[in-house]
């Protein structure tokens, strides 16, 4: 069991790496002029004078959507607030689940991650 742990681990490691080292994506329609040709091609004294921005609009806030039949009845409940047959069912359903490995802790970190 530790095996697979270690695998999912390697295997999270493997991507996270791959996906931060992916280079980010240009656009193939637009020109790929650098900054300091167009520089060198416009004469000095010869800018040309920026569009006016327009007024930013503030669109109003979107109505809120209603509320799914199915979230209608969910209640958040705390620990305390549950009949003890309740507590009793919750614990031995998750008593026999392993914890995660230390290295998996470590990967998931925000310093590590950061």
């Known amino acids: 069991m ?3 742990w270690i695998g999912v681990a390697v295997l999270v490691a493997a991507v ?3 996906l ?3 280079p980010a994506v240009v656009a ?7 900054v300091a040709r167009a520089v060198e091609r ?12 327009a007024a930013a609009v503030t669109a109003p806030p979107p109505a809120p959507l209603p509320m799914p039949s199915v ?8 620990a305390d607030d549950l009949p003890d ?10 008593r026999d689940i ?3 490995p230390r290295l998996l802790d470590h990967l998931l970190s925000p310093g590590f991650v950061n």
Do not use: C, E, M, W
């Open 20 to 22: 931060l080292k992916k």
């Open 2 to 4: 530790t095996l697979i």
């Open 42 to 53: 416009t004469p000095i004294g010869t800018a040309t004078p920026r569009p006016a921005v």
């Open 98 to 100: 392993p914890r995660p």
């Open 28 to 34: 193939t329609n637009a020109p790929r002029r650098s």
């Open 85 to 94: 047959a309740r507590k009793q069912a919750y614990a031995t359903t998750f």
């Open 71 to 78: 979230l209608a009845d969910f209640h958040l409940q705390r």
């Open 16 to 18: 996270a790496v791959v």
